[in-house]
């Protein structure tokens, strides 16, 4: 068992590569606890009818692109660096490299717990709806992005069903849907106006190159006793991502993290801000509107749940959807969750401090989006989860409002934003590209 002492002190700067544990830090004693009073039906004549599920697979190794990173860092240590402090002579003598590029992002063994214990939890919070028998009448349906940790995680999450309850004879089921949980891949215009456009992070690299990510560099090569010049800021993100990596996947407070104190964290934590904002958030339009086919989707279910329950035998129960930071990031800035009046920038970092948009806290691994339908005596209502914990839709201060105000709140999206529309590239660009 992990004792607190040997939790990194930076570990809730970790962003994206954040153990789900240190959002709830509560699990850290009992991974299965469920607070009843957060997740109960949010007035006594309620009962939850429906459930989407929107989650984020679990730990994960690093992307070959980061292993690369990583194997820079550790020459760089091993034949530069020099001083005889203890972490130093540990990272020398005692850590040996381990990470291969092959590994590329694939789930690691703490990623399959994470999507069991979580599938525990969540049957726990909702025992009419995630229920032994909902799962037998095929009452619950599962959804994956292709991707091999989605995949796994996906069926961790079942296998975690199937041992809570004792059940031996259902096999796993999944549908992979990469329009829905890969949406960002398909939409043209993210693909040619962001993802492909060098410019569309730019702020992400002005932030590379500002004082306060040379002041990191500084402070890491006087700790290794290397000339600051030979210190870039990739080598200092990759020392980042050896501690978080070796703690999320191994439990372990590794002498990496020595490397950077809670000043350099904060500053890294806002250059993966950065990224998450202009790559999957507010900072360009098409980001949000990228994943208008899942928010139809979701809306879809929900509409159809209402109406089976009111009307007949509701033949659903539960959805099941596993993807990425980047199927959950979209999807939230999409709704107006987390949004700061002012932009993320380069410039601002000072100013933001307290900003809404913090990537450590919204999508660790196994981070989750649950969308809760309830039948109360004055009609439905929604709630939404976002890591277990309820969130209050922009602008709506009912943490349950009725449906159709829900519904009446976004009909602007609801009523457009289709995937076709946003995602086809603007006419002149169309044109150049066939000629
Ligand atoms: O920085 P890496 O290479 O880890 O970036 C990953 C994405 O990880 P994230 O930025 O969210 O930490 C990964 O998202 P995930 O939710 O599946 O972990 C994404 O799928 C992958 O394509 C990498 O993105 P990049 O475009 O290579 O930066």
């Known amino acids: 068992k992990l004792t607190k002492l040997s939790i990194p002190a930076i570990a809730v700067y970790f962003g994206t590569k954040g153990r789900y544990e240190e959002v709830n830090p509560h699990l850290i004693d009992d991974i299965l606890f469920v607070n009843k009073s957060v997740v109960s039906p949010p007035a006594p004549d309620c009962q939850a009818v429906h459930l989407v599920a929107v989650i984020r697979h679990g730990t994960r190794f690093p992307t070959s692109k980061n292993i690369r990173k990583i194997h820079r860092m550790y020459d760089v240590v091993m034949n530069e660096a020099s001083g005889n402090e203890q972490w130093l002579r540990d990272i020398k003598s005692k850590w040996s490299m381990w990470y291969t590029e092959d590994m590329d992002g694939k789930l690691v063994e703490k990623g399959k717990d994470d999507l069991r214990h979580l599938a525990v939890r969540l049957s726990k919070s909702f025992p009419t709806l995630i229920s032994e028998e909902n799962l037998r009448g095929e009452r619950i349906e599962f959804i994956t992005s292709s991707k091999h940790r989605c995949v796994d995680s996906i069926q961790a999450f079942q296998d975690g069903l199937f041992k809570h309850w004792n059940v031996e004879d259902v096999g796993f089921r999944h549908n992979v849907n990469d329009s829905l949980m890969r949406f960002f891949d398909q939409c043209k215009r993210f693909v040619e106006e962001v993802e492909n456009n060098k410019t569309a992070l730019k702020e992400v690299a002005l932030f590379k190159s500002s004082q306060e990510m040379d002041e990191v560099c500084r402070r890491m090569a006087h700790r290794l006793q290397i000339p600051h010049s030979q210190i870039t800021p990739d080598l200092v993100e990759a020392a980042f991502f050896l501690c978080s990596y070796e703690f999320a996947i191994k439990s372990k407070n590794s002498p990496w993290c020595n490397l950077l104190d809670e000043v350099d964290a904060r500053v890294l934590e806002y250059k993966n801000d950065l990224k998450q904002y202009w790559k999957r958030g507010y900072g360009h339009e098409i980001n949000r509107k990228s994943c208008c086919i899942l928010f139809h989707d979701i809306f879809r279910r929900l509409d159809q749940a209402s109406y089976d329950y009111r009307f007949g035998e509701a033949t659903k129960a539960v959805t099941i959807q596993v993807g990425h930071g980047e199927t959950l990031l979209p999807l939230l800035s999409l709704m107006g969750f987390f949004r700061d009046e002012t932009p993320l920038t ?90």
């Open 346 to 435: 380069a410039k601002n970092f000072p100013q933001q401090q307290s900003r809404k948009f913090r990537s450590s806290r919204i999508v660790p691994y196994a981070a989750n989006l649950l969308f809760v339908l309830y039948e109360c005596t004055d009609g439905l209502r929604l709630q939404v989860f976002l890591n277990e914990k309820p969130v209050t839709f922009p602008n709506i201060s009912d943490p349950a409002p009725l449906y159709h105000t829900v519904r009446k709140h976004y009909s602007d999206l609801l009523g457009g934003c289709g995937f076709k529309k946003e995602c086809e590239l603007p006419k002149d660009k169309f044109k150049n590209t066939e000629l």
